[in-house]
């Protein structure tokens, strides 16, 4: 079956370095997305992984390890803005490519 | 990123009435678009996938028959909710899939969301 699992909600500080996991099991594997989503907005993408290791873009950094099934979003020197629910996503090539999400973790900022 | 549009943001109609809401690829060219459906503080639901010059396919517990997709173009793909009730009203998102720089083994496929329609049925 399918499967992606991350935290329902986490919190952290403005500043600080939050880190939101997800693992995953799909019958097949094309490639790991994260998302950014507001309340009241569509997803904004915001990392593609589809080979094992770091993919660093600014202030957020994605990680990949195919062979566990896991990948985590690193968020650093938050901002109250990045307060959202962030969206783990497999592209699962048994499934004609189709992305299948996570539910969500909703990220709080507090000051 | 790429850019995906969506037509209308927001719509309201009563119960009945036929709703379309256009996506389009604005800066790419997007053989496979994406229908989705979100209800308030719930998970993206994907309802069909959008294949240019063919019909589109439905995930199980769709209705093909309600909500009619065409992907005419390269570039637009339409959803139209037919005879809307108001347990139709959510927020609909389309996403289309951006295969440019597949060259090299880090290539970026990507998929790319568009605003999302509203709707909400009277």
């Known amino acids: 079956g399918q499967n992606i699992d991350q935290p329902t909600e986490m919190t952290a500080t403005e500043g600080a370095i939050v880190q939101i996991n997800c693992t995953y099991q799909?019958?097949?594997?094309?490639?790991l997305f994260w998302y950014q989503q507001h309340a009241g907005e569509a997803p904004t993408f915001l990392s593609y992984?589809?080979?094992?290791g770091l993919e660093e873009k600014g202030r957020f950094s994605s990680f990949l390890s195919r062979s566990k099934g896991y990948s985590y979003l690193l968020l650093k020197e938050l901002q109250m803005k990045d307060s959202a629910s962030y969206l783990c996503?497999?592209?699962?090539?048994?499934?004609?490519?189709?992305?299948?999400f996570g539910k969500g973790t909703r990220l709080h900022i507090l000051p | 990123g790429a850019v995906v549009s969506q037509h209308p943001s927001w719509v309201i109609c009563k119960s009945g009435t036929s709703v379309k809401i256009e996506c389009r690829s604005l800066?790419?060219?997007?053989?496979?678009m994406f229908w989705y459906r979100q209800f308030p503080k719930q998970s993206l639901m994907l309802m069909a996938t959008?294949?240019?010059?063919?019909?589109?396919?439905?995930e199980q517990g769709v209705e093909k028959d309600k909500f009619l997709i065409n992907h005419a173009s390269l570039t637009l793909s339409t959803l139209t909710v037919t005879s809307a009730h108001p347990e139709d009203s959510s927020f609909y998102i389309c996403?289309?899939?951006?295969?440019?720089?597949?060259?090299?083994?880090?290539?970026?496929?990507?998929?790319?969301f568009g605003p999302g329609t509203r709707l909400t049925v009277l």
């Open positions: 996403s289309a899939r951006d295969r440019r720089g597949l060259a090299g083994s880090r290539g970026t496929d990507t998929q790319y």
């Open positions: 799909t019958s097949g594997f094309n490639g």
């Open positions: 992984n589809v080979l094992d």
């Open positions: 996503a497999v592209r699962d090539p048994n499934r004609d490519d189709k992305i299948i």
């Open positions: 800066d790419f060219q997007a053989t496979t």
């Open positions: 959008s294949n240019e010059g063919s019909k589109a396919t439905y």
